[in-house]
C-alpha cells in the first residue's frame, strides 16, 4: 500500500491549493479516504473524508464551505482543493485510508502566509 500526496507549498492568505492523494497497492474504489493535517504544536486532525463512492462527504467545522474532498476511482487520487486559506491552514497534509489497520501517506506541507 503506497499513499503519496503531493501540492502543497506557500500560498498568500486568500489563495487556493489542491492537494492530491495517489493510491496504489490496494483496491482504491472500495476504500472511504480521509484528509488529515497537523499544523505546528498541535495534534493531528481530521479535515475532510469521503465515502467510497464519493456519495457521502464530512468535513471539519474550520474547513466548511472552503475545502472540497473529491475522488477519481479512476485515478485512484482523491483530492482535497483548499480555497479561501487563512494562516492557521498551515499545517503538513495526510493522506489516510482505513483499509486494515490505516495507513499514512508521508505528508506534503501547506504554508499560509503572506
Known amino acids: 500500500v503506497q499513499l503519496v500526496e503531493s501540492g502543497g507549498g506557500l500560498v498568500q492568505p486568500g489563495g487556493s491549493l489542491r492537494l492530491s492523494c495517489a493510491a496504489s497497492?490496494?483496491?482504491?474504489?472500495?476504500?472511504?479516504m480521509r484528509w488529515y493535517r497537523q499544523g505546528p504544536g498541535n495534534e493531528r486532525e481530521l479535515v475532510a473524508s469521503i465515502h467510497s463512492a464519493g456519495s457521502a462527504t464530512n468535513y471539519a467545522d474550520s474547513v466548511k464551505g472552503r475545502f472540497t474532498i473529491s475522488r477519481d476511482n479512476a485515478k485512484n487520487t482523491v483530492y482535497l482543493q483548499m480555497n479561501s486559506l487563512k494562516p492557521e491552514d498551515t499545517a503538513v497534509y495526510y493522506c489516510f485510508t482505513p483499509l486494515v489497520g490505516g495507513y499514512w501517506g508521508q505528508g506534503t506541507q501547506v504554508i499560509v502566509s503572506s
Open positions: 497497492g490496494f483496491t482504491f474504489s472500495r476504500y472511504d
